[in-house]
């Protein structure tokens, strides 16, 4: 696998302007990469917000703050882009239950609004200006109203915020469902097809996969499918299954399997694979550990690009999505910033001699089981103190 230890491993990115914000969950950095020619440069330093190396879900621009979403507990860091000042926003202090990972986030009339990935997507918001925090019901006990019944540990597809609404899709039943942000009502789709694997909005139009078939499918709220689009050499079984997006003439698969990335004619329906991504996909996802597994930890998109954020390789991949163009950015930090961030701060040493110099090895090993570690403990703060070794 290739992995350099001084490299990006992120979930999510926000582009603001000109300029790509993602952020280091290896070395708990803030980074900024100019979409021009990829230089970055690193914002901020979280090291001591960041208990437990939780990765960030969501990265959210409100005003002059970067907040950001963190998958495992039910908290916030504010991190000021004026003034580098970050601040802790924790809703609670206790660490989600194991089938309550935070997996959306959305910002909407100065609120921030979190969705659970299970537990019957529980759903919470976080007031910017006040720093209130409320917890509402599920989206579980929504669907109930309704008489319809999804299990609390059912998860969801990836979510979507369109306006004040929320969609997003219960996969393996055939709902999609949007969620009004000022009523707090729900609206239930029935797809017409017993289970949904994947489900996608591309800023046009919603896709959607099922299990077991190679179906790419347009599907619209108010006409139901418009129209399937069939690669036979793909067979969608795992959730969720890929990312599509579409421009006007053509559609592009990005799946989760060792394919590689796919473009459909949208007339012809002639497609071809563009091999990019799939020598990049070799992973061994421990079930047991982590039910969702994927190769890429997000993605981010606009109308002509589309950026992807594996987590596997030390890159970060460039889709110009008009021209079918390819750039990889390597995401690795230079090594003189490596060692200053690392070495010379002497990050996480728990309470070695700061005269000493580190090895690395164990500590990635063990982050990189830990990020998907559901039974991880409160009282594993201070990992540095465990995992260090002395040269």
């Not at 609670?92 to 309550?100: C, Q, V």
């Not at 959607?208 to 179906?215: E, K, L, Q, R």
């Not at 619209?220 to 969720?240: A, H, K, T």
């Not at 690395?360 to 260090?388: S, V």
């Given at each position: 696998m290739n992995v350099k230890k001084n490299s990006l491993v992120c979930f999510t990115g926000i582009i603001d302007q000109e300029s790509l914000y993602t952020f280091n969950n290896r070395l708990s950095l803030i980074m900024k990469y100019d979409l021009k020619d990829f230089s970055y440069e690193i914002v901020g330093e979280l090291q001591n917000y960041m208990i437990s190396h939780d990765p960030v879900i969501r990265m959210i621009m409100f005003e002059e703050n970067l907040y950001l979403v963190l998958f495992r507990r039910r908290g916030i860091v504010r991190f000021?882009?004026?003034?580098?000042?970050?601040?802790?926003?924790?809703?609670?202090?206790?660490?989600?239950?194991?089938?309550?990972?935070?997996?959306?986030?959305?910002?909407?009339?100065?609120?921030?609004?979190e969705f659970s990935v299970s537990a019957g997507c529980k759903i919470y918001s976080f007031n910017c200006v006040t720093g209130?925090?409320?917890?509402?019901?599920?989206?579980?006990?929504?669907?109930?109203?309704?008489?319809?019944?999804?299990?609390?540990?059912?998860?969801?597809?990836?979510?979507?915020?369109?306006?004040?609404?929320?969609?997003?899709?219960v996969c393996g039943t055939p709902y999609v469902f949007c969620l009004n942000l000022d009523e707090m009502g729900l609206t239930v789709f029935h797809i017409g097809c017993e289970e949904i694997n994947s489900f996608d909005y591309d800023g046009r139009d919603?896709?959607?996969?099922?299990?077991?078939?190679?179906?790419?499918?347009?599907?619209?709220?108010?006409?139901?499918?418009?129209?399937?689009?069939?690669?036979?050499?793909?067979?969608?079984?795992?959730?969720?299954?890929?990312?599509?997006?579409?421009?006007?003439?053509?559609?592009?698969?990005?799946?989760?399997?060792?394919?590689?990335?796919?473009?459909i004619n949208k007339k012809t329906r002639e497609y071809k694979f563009l091999s990019f991504v799939g020598s990049y996909q070799k992973l061994s996802p421990d079930k047991n550990v982590y039910p969702v597994v994927y190769p890429f930890g997000g993605y981010i998109r606009t109308s002509d690009i589309l950026i992807l954020l594996p987590r596997n390789i030390d890159k970060i991949i460039v889709i110009d999505l008009q021209y079918e163009t390819i750039t990889?950015?390597?995401?690795?930090?230079?090594?003189?910033?490596?060692?200053?961030?690392?070495?010379?701060?002497?990050?996480?040493?728990?309470?070695?001699?700061?005269?000493?110099?580190?090895?690395?090895?164990?500590?990635?090993?063990?982050?990189?089981?830990?990020?998907?570690?559901?039974?991880?403990?409160?009282?594993?703060?201070?990992?540095?103190?465990?995992?260090?070794?002395?040269?």
């Open positions: 000021n882009i004026t003034k580098k000042n970050p601040t802790e926003c924790f809703f609670s202090k206790k660490i989600l239950a194991p089938n309550e990972l935070i997996w959306g986030a959305f910002m909407y009339k100065s609120h921030i609004w209130e925090h409320q917890e509402y019901c599920s989206v579980k006990e929504l669907f109930k109203k309704k008489n319809l019944l999804i299990e609390a540990d059912d998860y969801f597809s990836n979510m979507f915020q369109i306006h004040n609404e929320v969609w997003s899709a919603f896709w959607i996969t099922v299990p077991g078939d190679s179906a790419i499918i347009n599907w619209s709220p108010e006409d139901g499918i418009l129209n399937c689009f069939n690669v036979s050499e793909i067979n969608f079984r795992d959730y969720p299954s890929c990312y599509i997006s579409g421009t006007d003439d053509r559609v592009f698969v990005i799946p989760n399997s060792d394919k590689d990335f796919c473009c990889y950015v390597d995401s690795a930090l230079k090594k003189e910033d490596y060692e200053r961030m690392y070495v010379k701060n002497k990050l996480y040493t728990g309470g070695l001699e700061e005269t000493r110099d580190y090895k690395l090895t164990d500590y990635t090993e063990h982050l990189n089981k830990d990020i998907f570690n559901l039974d991880r403990k409160e009282k594993d703060k201070n990992i540095g103190r465990k995992i260090f070794t002395k040269m």
